[in-house]
T-cell receptor, first 114, second 114 residues
């Protein structure tokens, strides 16, 4: 069973719409959480990360994510998307329970129509 | 500051051959990690090296190996290639490592096994 799940494989939406991408993981204990983005023709880059503290973290380009420990979730959100947000988004988890390996979700391809 | 450089960018091999991929990290980064990306399996962690020592390893067979040199440059080797090894191999560098650090990815080496 996949240890990091991104339930939506493809998302299509129009500019100015709100975006929420789900990420669930199956590890208990201490986790570090990441969202990475890959724009067309570019390499993966970090959007945001959570280690501890405020469960609502803000990243670059207006993205934010909320860590809900009880739900083992780390969902990514953006209130109003732009065409330039078209990309593939990956959730990643580093869990002590998994030997500190970094596990990626399967990715979600987001297409924003102008 | 130069980014992560991976060579070669593209290569074609036949079954049974071996391949060596190279990664030059961002200057000052001591951690180099490797990932395999395929359409079916997504992004999978191969291993991480930190200051010439393998610090972590994913669930890949022993045909996949790596090393890191004193200048932090890293190589990974795949022996006895199989068709299923066709993938994009990504390298990432980090000043502190995969547990807490932001990863800086290269553009990848695309391996095709015929």
């Amino acid at each position: 069973a996949q240890s990091v799940s991104q339930h939506n494989h493809h998302v299509i939406l129009s500019e100015a719409a709100s975006l929420e991408l789900g990420c669930n993981y199956s590890y208990g204990g201490t986790v570090n959480l990441f969202w990475y983005v890959q724009y067309p023709g570019q390499h993966l880059q970090l959007l945001l990360k959570y280690f501890s503290g405020d469960p609502l973290v803000k990243g670059i380009k207006g993205f934010e994510a909320e860590f809900i420990k009880s739900k083992f979730s780390f969902n990514l959100r953006k209130p109003s998307v732009q065409w330039s947000d078209t990309a593939e988004y990956f959730c990643a988890v580093n869990a002590r329970a998994a030997g500190n390996k970094l596990t990626f979700g399967g990715g979600t391809r987001v297409l924003v129509k102008p | 500051k130069a980014g992560v450089t991976q060579t070669p960018r593209y290569l074609i091999k036949t079954r049974g051959q071996q391949v060596t991929l190279s990664c030059s990290p961002i200057s000052g980064h001591r951690s180099v990690s490797w990932y395999q990306q395929t359409p079916g399996q997504g992004l999978q962690f191969l291993f991480e090296y930190f200051s010439e020592t393998q610090r972590n390893k994913g669930n890949f067979p022993g045909r996949f190996s790596g090393r890191q040199f004193s200048n932090s440059r890293s190589e990974m080797n795949v022996s006895t290639l199989e068709l299923g090894d066709s993938a994009l191999y990504l390298c990432a560098s980090s000043p502190t490592g995969i547990v807490t650090g932001e990863l800086f990815f290269g553009e990848g080496s695309r391996l095709t096994v015929l």
